[in-house]
């Protein structure tokens, strides 16, 4: 009977060691899909312009695909320092615009998020900032298209 309880302690510890070991889950996806009722065109002529108004460079394909790189967070020569090394968030949207007929368009937003806490820490995945979420996003874009 003795001999059974350091076994049980063991196996109890053993258990509570490997169910902490996990890192922290993934945050959700953030993705907004909307319906507009306005041309494809112009949805992709307005999206560029807020995109690029938020500070990100903008790439533009023949298929509807809208596509940016890191989002420019100050205006100066360190900004590439920031993002790289000292930043504790960047952000990257990507964008599929779809015409379902003349006047309506359909558009998938997505916006990618990395974050850290400190200078020697990795990047991870991580939870959206309002600022850039796809919510406000497609707010911004709304109020661009005089939709609201």
Excluded at 9 to 20: D, E, K, N, T
Excluded at 93 to 102: K, L, M
Aim: hydrophobic share 40%; glycine share 8%; with cysteine.
């Amino acid at each position: 009977m003795s001999a059974r309880v350091p076994a049980i302690m063991a196996l109890v510890l053993v258990a509570a060691l490997a169910g902490c070991a996990g890192g922290p889950p993934a945050p959700e996806p953030d993705v907004m899909e909307v319906t507009l009722p306005v041309p494809a065109e112009q949805v992709k002529t307005a999206l560029s312009d807020v995109l690029t108004q938020g500070g990100y460079t903008v790439d533009q394909d023949d298929t509807g695909n809208i596509t940016t790189g890191m989002r420019q967070e100050i205006r100066s020569p360190w900004n590439g320092l920031l993002r790289w090394r000292f930043g504790v968030g960047k952000t990257r949207v990507e964008a599929r615009v779809v015409p379902q007929d003349d006047s309506t368009t359909r558009l998938r937003l997505q916006v990618f998020h990395r974050g850290k806490d400190g200078i020697f820490d990795s990047w991870e995945d991580a939870e959206t900032p309002l600022p850039q979420s796809a919510a406000n996003e497609i707010r911004l874009l709304k109020n661009a298209l005089r939709l609201l």
